[in-house]
DNA sequence: AAGCTTCATGTAATCCTTTTCAGTGGCTTT
DNA sequence: AAAGCCACTGAAAAGGATTACATGAAGCTT
């Protein structure tokens, strides 16, 4: 039976109130709470959190529904975010919905069953949409996806104008039959199709999309069926980073050579992003700042629930690399 | 003011006790059972799960406490570790110690203030000698580091044999002059090392180890510093992920061609291991398992309390890669 | 038909804190 | 010197569930 608040306050010879506001820095005299502090170390008390936050009516929980832990954003993302709640006193909750409605609908009632003060979400395109009926009892702040300014606060990176920006380059090496690949999952890959679309109309190129499920393999297949055809795109975009890595194996497979017969672009920079191949160019999402700016709306929606609902749109930094280096036409020359 | 258990037993017209009966599926009469769904439904009701908690003395939740989610190993370990527990109703509270001692203490700490139902944890060094002593109130399970069978159970790559596996590999393709890079926090880098030096000398191969701080610009900073002396090694075994990218980068770097002038080898497969220079020989973890085991092993310990302590120890598969293909010597053929 | 189970239900205690409320004693104010 | 204030402290209520115990009805046994 582990010892309780009780123990304590019958070993320091004070009311379980004292012990409490020793805690809670509550007025107490330097002798009481001498003697409550070495009543606490005798005995080894640990206060009941669930006690607590039943009494108090806090949790002090933010939970954090992703669509996969595993994919490099949201891994990132999540340190981000669990670090400055721990700095704060706050406990995270950890949800993985692998994109699926069921999974995501069974994760949010365990957030109001665990009465979270907050939820920082990357919601799956279905609730996206849905978001401005259902209302939840806690306030939401959108991550990574968020359509329109609507209720929610949110931040995103600026996709529209990050996938222009990949195109621009593209086009500025010189290519111009360049095609794009996305999934068929997220709406953040809807937003870089629009950016893409947007970007080759006003450059006068063609344009051609292809939509695959979030995963090397099946990216690899798609592009390997495209380059089956006769008319070859001298270009990709991919809207992630394990699009890039199934094209990258597409192109061993096929021997074709980069950047000279197809340059390649995509998103998201990992440790890796420079040594696979000739290096590969992407946009780097300032991860770190997008966590940290979630958490602040987060704090801040909590001191002015009424407040108007913000959104933030952070850009990305394009990092050329040998993916997308431009051709000389005589000699491969090292890049860098 | 969220709706309670009262709300719904008065609009159900039945105790509070049959409300919470029909939670935890205690004994009651299909009428009142559909009144009393109908209730929570019109009030959407939602249990509170720390008055649960406090009450029925049962936190249902686990404890993961791992040096970085960032690290691929761990990201991997705590997917499958939170699959496993929501699949059985527990949850999870996810620390990262970044091989600190203090917060290592700390989050040890808030684990019982959260009266955890058990603990996985990667130790830190220190804490893993440190384990004998200080006893826990809450079973715990080791995981990717564990010392001899204590009085923990355990789950664990067998390194010793993994790391002699890829010395002899190298080995096998005519490489004698082989130096390990190894990190110099983890308890894992120890027993690889041994592992090293226990293959190396009963090939008769000299031996050279050197240990640096767990990041990539740290392991290129030394292997720069290694090929600056005449004797060039002409084989590497890191100990890591982040020292095999710090190692392909630094011969980048060197213009140093692999495998032909050196071999590389290390740990942990990844979607890019293939796609980064010629692809690497890395020894590959049976994450997925190791994970299972561990929560196997902590669910038998909760119903057997008193059982000896028990060490897993799992084999990992060696893949070959480019990044060790045996050199022909005339030609430099391409490698699958 | 009396007595014994069994099943469904309600009442009240309990889990461990925080927080409200009501002092108590000592100081300052007027 | 009475009044008011301040800083501490303790007793007790409250937070929202589960659960031990009591009760009553129904079904069985003999």
């Not at 340190?79 to 609908?105: F, K, P, W």
């Not at 009926?133 to 990176?157: N, T």
């Not at 970007?199 to 069926?225: D, H, N, W």
């Amino acid at each position: 039976m582990a010892t309780s608040i009780k123990d304590v306050a019958l070993r320091a010879g004070v009311s379980v109130a004292t012990v409490s506001r020793v805690f809670g820095n509550g007025p107490v005299s330097p002798e009481l709470r001498e003697r409550v502090e070495k009543a606490i170390a005798a005995t080894g008390y640990r206060p009941n959190l669930s006690a607590r936050r039943l009494r108090s009516r806090h949790s002090h929980t933010i939970g954090l529904m992703v669509a996969d832990i595993r994919s490099p954003f949201f891994t990132e993302l999540s340190r981000v975010v669990e670090d400055e709640a721990y700095r704060s006193g706050m406990r995270v909750i950890l949800c993985n919905t692998d994109e699926n409605a069921d999974r995501e609908a069974m994760y949010l009632r365990l957030m109001e069953e665990e009465r979270v003060t907050g939820l920082i979400w990357a919601p799956t395109r279905g609730s996206l949409e849905r978001l401005a009926e259902d209302d939840l009892p806690f306030p939401v702040v959108l991550v990574d996806r968020g359509g329109p300014v609507g209720r929610h606060d949110s931040v995103v990176l600026d996709n529209h104008q990050a996938t222009a920006s990949l195109v621009h380059h593209l086009h500025s090496i010189g290519r111009s039959r360049i095609v794009g690949l996305f999934g068929n999952a997220s709406s953040t890959a809807i937003d870089r199709h629009l950016g893409y679309l947007s970007a080759t109309a006003s450059l006068g190129l063609s344009s051609e999309a292809f939509f695959v499920a979030p995963s090397a393999e099946a990216a690899e297949r798609e592009i390997l069926k495209v380059f089956s055809r006769p008319d070859r795109p001298d270009g990709i975009i991919a809207s992630s980073n394990l699009m890039l890595l199934g094209i990258v194996k597409a192109m061993r497979r096929l021997d074709i050579r980069t950047p000279d017969d197809v340059a390649i672009a995509g998103f998201d920079n990992e440790t890796w992003s420079e040594l696979v191949g000739p290096g590969l160019t992407v946009i780097e999402q300032p991860v770190g700042d997008i966590g940290r700016m979630a958490m602040t709306l987060l704090f801040d929606r909590l001191k002015a629930p009424k407040a108007p609902a913000r959104k933030v749109m952070l850009s990305g930094r394009l990092i050329v690399r040998g993916s997308t280096a431009p051709v000389t036409g005589l000699v491969d020359e090292p890049v860098d």
